[in-house]
Structure formats: C-alpha cells, structure tokens
C-alpha cells in the first residue's frame, strides 16, 4: 500500500494535512483531511465568567472573529434569559452583512476565482488574487481592497474594535448607531451591492461563459447527494444572524426544522481513530460510513447548503440570482422548491448570490427607521444557568453553548464550529477527487494537487493556514510511502 | 518616520501570543513623544488583512511566533531577524494554497500593483516557539524569557535613526 501525503506546512490553526492511501493496484483506497487537535479550551473558559465568552472566543481563530463573537453573544441572551430590544437586533445583523461582505468577498478573489480566471492547470505562481488582478486589470484589485475597507470601517464602528470586536453584551450591544454612521453606512451598502453584481456578472462571464467550467462544475468528480444544513427565518429564507436551523433532505424536502437550543437532539459526532476533529451527522438519519444518499446522515453546511435548504432569499435581487441559480444548473422546481443543486464547485456560485443578499440586507438595515434608536441594552434579571446561541459563520452553522454557576461563571463549554459541520462531506470530496485523478501509474503532478485542493477549498475552510503564522502560507508537500513507511518519491510546492 | 509595531498571533495559545505580548511590553517603554509617532498594535490576521493595517505607515515591525519545519530543530526562545526578502524567500510567494487568504507577500504585492503606499521598510522579529496547540495565557519559560529580549531588540531598532528616512 502506497500512501501520499498532502502537507500543509505551516503551523496553527491551518495545519491540516491530507493523507491518501493508495492499493496495492496503485489506486486510492482511502483519503483523510487530519487537523490537529487545538487542546484545552474547555479548561481554559471554565472558572471564567460567562460574560467574556464574546471576547475570548472570538480569539479562537484570525479568520472569523466576528462570527465567534456573534454566537458567544447570543449565547449570551439566552444564558441570562433576556431578549435584546429590537435595534439592538438589527444593529447586530448590520455588522455581521458588513463582516459577511469581506469575507465572500476575500475567498471569492483570492481563492475561488483564480482557479477559474487562471485555471484549474493553471501555473501555480499566477493561481491566486494577483493573476485575477493580471487578467481582470487593476481596478479589480482596487475595487476588493475598496470593498474589504469601507466594510472593515463598519466593522469598528460597531464592533468597537477592528479585528477582535467587543461589543457584544447579554442583551444588548454597546454601540448606538448614530445619524452620520447611518449615512455613511448607507452609501456603503449601495457600494456593495454593485460590487455584488459585478462579481456576479464576471462570475458569468468567466465561469458559466465556458463550456468546459460548466462541465467541471458540473462533473461528478465534485458532486454529492447529501442532507443541507441552513438558518431560515419565518419565510424560509436565508439568515444569517438568526432563525431556526432548517435541514433538507438530498432530494429536497425539509427533513427538520429546530431551534439552535436543541441542536443535542438532532445533531450526533462520529469519531475517527485517525481524527482528532469528531464528525457530526444527522442522528434522525444515523451515520452510515463516508457515503452520501438517503440512508447517510452526512449533512453539509456551507452557502450552497444555505441556498438548498431555504426556499429563497429575503432580498430581491439576491432573490433573481437563486432562482438563475438552480434553473441555470438544470434544478426542478417541485411543490414550490428547486431541487437541490449537489455540485459542490456551484459553492462559489452561491456565495456570491449570498454577498449581494449580505449586502442588500445592509442597505435594508442602514435604511430602517429604528436603527438609530439609542436605547441598546435590556437590563438583565434573571439567574444564569445554560444558554445556546448560534449564527450562520460564512462557512457554516457555528453553535456556542455554555453552562454556568448561579453567578454566571462557566461550569461547561461546547462548540460546534462551521468547517466541522463539514468535516465529513470534505473527507468524501477530497476522496472521490483523489479517486478520480489518481489511478495506478498516474504521475502526482501539481494540476492533480490543485484540484484535489479544489474540492475542499469550495467548503472555505476554517482551519486556515495560520493566517497570522510565518512564513503564513500553506506549501504542499506530497509524500508517497510504501507499506513500511518508506518514501518512494517526493513532490512539493514551495517548500524551503 | 510614521511607525507601526504589529504583534502577531494568538495571546491565548501558548507560545502563539509571544509577538502580542512583546507588542504590550514594547508599548509600555515608550515615552510619550515616541508615542506621537509610533502606533503599536496587536493582531492575529495574515494576508491582506495584515497588509491592509500597514498602509500609510513609512516603516512597519512585525512580531510573531515561528516554527521551523525543515528539520532543523531551532532552540525554543531563539530570536530571528527577518526582512520582508527573507519571507519571500522562506515562504512560497505567490502560491494561492492558503485556505482562507492569500500570502502577506502576495498581499503586499497586490497593494503595490494597485498603487497603495506601502511600507518602506518591513523588519520582522521571529521567535522560535515551543506550545502553539493549547490554549493556555501562558507562554513556555523559554519563550517567556525571550520577550524582554526581544522588547529590547524592537526597541533600539525604534530609537536608532531610520536608515532611509531622508
């Protein structure tokens, strides 16, 4: 038995390495994405008070603060029983469209979109945002960096912080959002709508343009049949901040629809002696190995999850987008619902239409009467016990639960992160990629890496390459081994 | 010169969060006038975010956590001085495998080609670390006495004349 090994270098919270192991054909018999365990969160927020939770957990990782922060907050609400008033709802939802609007917006160009405007087999030192920039021009490299500012200004104005935001109370947030913030926060929602639609439209241009990319995306090397996992709000539409957790089946039907509270009762981790990070499924379903249809309770939760497990977006134009979406993928409409699209490349697709429902829900939140209403905080009166607060995070439904003492000091921590919502369907992709470029005699050149790459990149995930770490990049290395462990042969990208 | 000092990292990771914690130190032994003209801040981004916080300084000192990878085993708390040459040369430049954000240097050629101003002078300071897995305020004894020398080291690099501030 062979095994190859894709190897991250660096260090952290990226440090993810994939493992292929092949037969003693040559061909893949099994493929693992491994994260090291980071260790000993749960003791180091026991014995804390809750209310820092916010600020500690949005420490967790460089790539989503304000996620972390969003769903601590809200555990808060519930763990000390208070419902914030309505602004204070709205002014949250504002800042996280702001935050949701950087970070599509940062995967799309210097992830998503190169291997598409470069090419999948495109030279390695032009797949990334300054090949974009090359092809597209400059403006384009103008207009994210444009995009990422006037969203990162939003972001501390309400946030109270650039990076690590700090406003989030039990039952309130700390920033009113006066009369000249709203102005500029209004031209700013408008500027992120037409950058939307320009992504949209270079996306058509570009990706659906292209016989050959439809073909990819459409191919079954990146397709799999599995439940989807989204927040809906009352309409089943799309939210991000809040709603209840709607799952839909692999042919579409809504299968369960609860509240984040008890998420125990529907969702089950798997464990795997080669992983540290545990496998959650459906526990109304039950977990059936690495397989997807039906029977397996393997659930994906990413944008295009959000968009097939909701009947649309709250927003019209992003709404025209979903329904070009599905009838563009050839997706049915039965009963009022497209069936779901399970090309997993289409991801981008969706997270685009997910950037201009972000930022037209800006505009709409920018625009509301109450939002300049300054009375953010309802005091709090009850005794703390357990609260679940959850958001989507652009990568998945993020989930914090906390326990606490009568004095609001933690006794029990869980969180259920985006990327591992997804750690079972990316152990599939990578598997039935690898499957279908390594055969026995295949040479591992760097195209057959980049695309195995692809079919985990579309998920977004958060095991981010250390985004603060040196040398801060994620060089792969290729190793294949024989049986006893020897190295057979090497082969690496960028590596010292 | 219009400085930013930027500890890197995670300060409750162990030895993730030495640059954070070398950045409070630095911040704290600064007299009020240097205060006027050296903003010190602390961040656990990379790639364009990191970049995006450098524009419209003239010089920039990073602070961060290394590990080697490359086999040869570094003692913990030793101190590397690196330029921005050096980490185009030690990282994979242009390499867009990162999977959430593209490379600092990708970053900062990015923000050249769209006509940003950009730092002239990039200094890192690198310390090898031992525990980046658990979380822990604590760094390791070896790393934690690597901060008052490495302090020491921003520091007079701070207080010696810019080498192009003409």
Redesign the interface.
């Known amino acids: 038995m062979k095994r190859i090994t894709i190897d991250p270098i660096t260090r952290l919270e990226g440090h993810g390495k994939i493992e292929i192991f092949l037969d003693d054909e040559g061909n893949v018999d099994n493929a693992y994405l491994q994260i090291p365990e980071l260790r000993g969160f749960e003791q180091f927020s026991v014995g804390r008070p809750a209310e820092e939770m916010p600020r500690i957990t949005n420490r967790i990782c460089g790539v989503c603060p304000e996620a972390h922060h969003m769903a601590g907050t809200k555990a808060l609400d519930a763990l000390f029983q208070v419902e914030p008033p309505s602004v204070v709802k709205k002014i949250r939802e504002l800042f996280y469209s702001a935050f949701y609007c950087t970070d599509h917006t940062v995967h799309f160009y210097a992830l998503g979109a190169p291997d598409f405007i470069i090419g999948p087999e495109g030279p390695p030192a032009e797949r990334n945002i300054l090949g974009v920039i090359h092809k597209v021009g400059v403006d384009i490299g103008k207009q994210v960096i444009a995009c990422r500012k006037r969203n990162h200004e939003v972001i501390q104005w309400l946030g109270g912080r650039g990076i690590h935001p700090v406003a989030g109370l039990p039952g309130g947030w700390s920033v009113a959002v006066t009369e000249e913030m709203r102005k500029e926060i209004e031209v700013f929602a408008r500027q992120n709508i037409d950058f939307a639609l320009f992504s949209l439209q270079l996306f058509e241009d570009v990706v659906l343009g292209n016989q050959a990319y439809v073909d990819l995306i459409l191919s079954d090397t990146f397709a799999h049949s599995t439940y989807y996992m989204g927040t809906v709000d009352e309409n089943n539409h799309i939210n991000f901040y809040d709603g209840k957790i709607r799952v839909t089946d692999p042919e579409g039907k809504e299968f369960v629809k609860y509240d984040a509270k008890d998420y125990t009762q529907h969702i089950a981790e798997h464990v795997e002696p080669w992983s540290y990070l545990k496998f959650p499924y459906l526990k109304g379903v039950g977990w059936k190995g690495f397989t997807d249809g039906m029977d397996s309770g393997i659930y994906c939760a990413t944008p295009l999850s959000r968009l097939n497990a909701a009947d649309g977006m709250a927003t019209p134009q992003a709404q025209e987008f979903f329904e070009k979406f599905y009838e563009t993928l050839g997706s049915k409409k039965t009963n009022g619902r497209y069936a779901p699209v399970h090309a997993r490349l289409a991801t981008h697709w969706a997270r685009l239409i997910e950037l201009l429902y972000a930022a037209e829900r800006m505009l709409e939140l920018a625009t509301d009467p109450e939002i300049t209403d300054p009375k953010v905080r309802t005091p709090i009166t009850t005794t703390p016990k357990e609260g679940v607060g959850s958001v989507e995070a652009p990568r998945g439904t993020l989930t914090h639960h906390y326990q606490t003492d009568e004095k609001g000091i933690l006794t029990k921590v869980n969180l259920v992160v985006g990327t591992t919502n997804n750690n079972a369907p990316i152990t599939m992709s990578i598997k039935k990629a690898a499957q279908g470029l390594i055969t026995k005699g295949t040479e591992v050149r760097e195209g057959i890496l980049n695309t195995i790459e692809m079919a985990f990149r579309n998920y977004d995930p958060c095991m981010s390459c250390a985004t603060h770490s040196l040398p801060g990049q994620m060089p792969l290395e290729v190793i294949i081994r024989d049986t006893n462990g020897e190295v057979l042969d090497r082969l690496s990208q960028f590596i010292e | 010169m219009k400085t930013l000092v930027v500890g ?6 162990t030895d ?1 969060g030495v640059g954070v914690k070398a950045a409070f130190e630095i911040e704290a032994q600064l007299s009020e006038e240097e205060r006027q003209s050296i903003a010190i801040t602390e ?8 970049m ?1 916080l450098m524009i419209g300084y003239e010089r920039v000192i990073l602070i ?4 080697h ?2 086999g040869y085993k570094h003692p913990t708390g030793t101190i590397f001085t ?1 330029s921005a040459d050096d ?1 185009r ?16 240097i ?2 900062l ?3 050249k ?4 101003p950009i730092p002239r002078e990039i200094s ?1 300071y ?1 310390v090898e670390v031992e525990n ?6 604590q760094p390791t004894p070896a790393v934690a006495a690597a901060i008052p020398k490495v302090t020491a080291m921003v520091l007079e690099e701070l207080r010696l004349s810019p080498k192009s501030s003409g």
Do not use: Y
């Open positions: 890197l990292g995670n300060p409750i990771l993730d961040a656990s981004v990379g790639g364009l975010r990191l995006e961060d956590a290394i590990q990878t490359n690196l980490l040369n030690i990282s994979p430049t242009q390499h867009s495998a990162s999977a959430h954000d593209t490379s600092l990708t970053a050629e990015m923000a080609r769209i006509g940003m890192i690198a980046i897995l658990e979380f822990n305020d």
